[in-house]
């Protein structure tokens, strides 16, 4: 009797141990198994993968290293060059000059005329409210940028050189908007055949 005893007790732990092991294997296995398909959205299954199909892997620390770099926070030079429109302006003359439309991206857009040009402007100016009204910082200056760019193909389209349009603004510093609006000519009003109030 007391070896039948001693067989139970042993049997008893031996089971817990069984047990165990088992539950370890079944969670290797389940692990294998969320590695190679695809977690599953909110509502839906998850599709097996057939089995000519490898499973997904990890992405290596070197790629998320270079997305990481690719993708930081935008950041922008204190210091800025006012001259960099000058340089701008010189770069879209040359380009028109050339015209060279299967290299210059500013020769392409002047080639399919003042209508696209303009076009142009008018999204880039969208892009650049929706990024400002929204209060994306980094967006708002990219978009700027983009924005500049397009004002300064207008130019060159146009032939308005920077210093036209430098002039104009010395012209109207230290005048109020509201009396320098006032003072454009009626006829200009009517050419744009707009009703909005100054």
Not at 1 to 30: F, S
Not at 62 to 91: N, Y
Not at 106 to 111: G, H, K, P, Q, T
Not at 152 to 173: N, T
């Amino acid at each position: 009797m007391a070896k039948d005893m001693k067989k139970k007790a042993v049997k008893a732990k031996v089971a817990p141990k069984a047990a165990l092991k088992k539950a370890v294997a079944e969670k290797a296995v389940a692990k294998k198994v969320a590695v190679q398909k695809p977690a599953a959205k909110k509502g839906k299954a998850a599709l097996p993968l057939p089995p000519t199909i490898p499973a997904v892997a990890k992405p290596r620390k070197a790629a998320l290293k270079a997305e990481a770099r690719h993708l930081e926070p935008l950041s922008v030079p204190v210091t800025g060059d006012i001259e960099v429109l000058r340089r701008l302006w010189e770069t879209v003359e040359a380009r028109r000059l050339s015209g060279d439309t299967t290299l210059s991206h500013s020769a392409r857009l002047m080639a399919r005329g003042t209508a696209k040009v303009a076009q142009k402007l008018g999204e880039e100016a969208v892009e650049c409210v929706i990024e400002a009204t929204q209060g994306n910082r980094e967006a708002t200056i990219l978009e700027s940028a983009d924005l500049l760019y397009h004002l300064i193909v207008v130019w060159v389209d146009a032939g308005i050189r920077p210093e036209e349009v430098w002039g104009e603004l010395v012209r109207r510093e230290g005048i109020s908007g509201i009396a320098e609006k006032a003072a454009r000519p009626k006829g200009i009003v009517r050419a744009a055949e707009t009703t909005k109030l100054p």
